[in-house]
Nanobody, 125 residues
Framework: VQLQASGGGLVQAGASLRLSCTAS??????MGWFRQAPGKEREFVAA????????DYLASVKGRFTISRDNAQNTMYLQMNSLKPDDTAVYYC?????????????????????WGQGTQVTVSS
């Protein structure tokens, strides 16, 4: 399965963006969003189980970002509100092809085997 992330852009602080991640086929596992800011390591942002009833978030985005997915459309979303300059990064989507939700796995990059190419989010102050 190939993943395609889109929806990034340049916005001012306080604005909103919605990222999309479209899969070329059906996805069966946990999906997640990660980000990498300039000069920093890639970090976990959010993850969602296949059914959508389990989610995990990076502490700094809780209450501002919402992850969701539409399995019928093979698409995952990241609604980002109240954006801050610290949210500036390239955002990547990924799929953990292991079936079943595991909180211990959801926030770890090594759990994910399929990755999209990334979409740039830039938040100006």
């Amino acid at each position: 399965v190939q993943l395609q992330a889109s929806g990034g852009g340049l916005v001012q602080a306080g604005a909103s963006l919605r990222l999309s991640c479209t899969a070329s086929g059906r996805t069966f596992g946990t999906m997640g969003w990660f980000r990498q800011a300039p000069g920093k390591e890639r970090e976990f942002v959010a993850a969602i189980s296949w059914i959508g009833n389990s989610r995990d978030y990076l502490a700094s985005v809780k209450g501002r970002f919402t992850i969701s997915r539409d399995n019928a459309q093979n698409t995952m979303y990241l609604q980002m509100n109240s954006l801050k300059p610290d949210d500036t990064a390239v955002y990547y989507c990924a799929e953990d092809q292991t079936t079943g939700w595991s909180l211990a796995r959801a926030n770890k990059q090594q759990s994910y085997t399929s990755w999209g190419q990334g979409t740039q989010v830039t938040v100006s102050s």
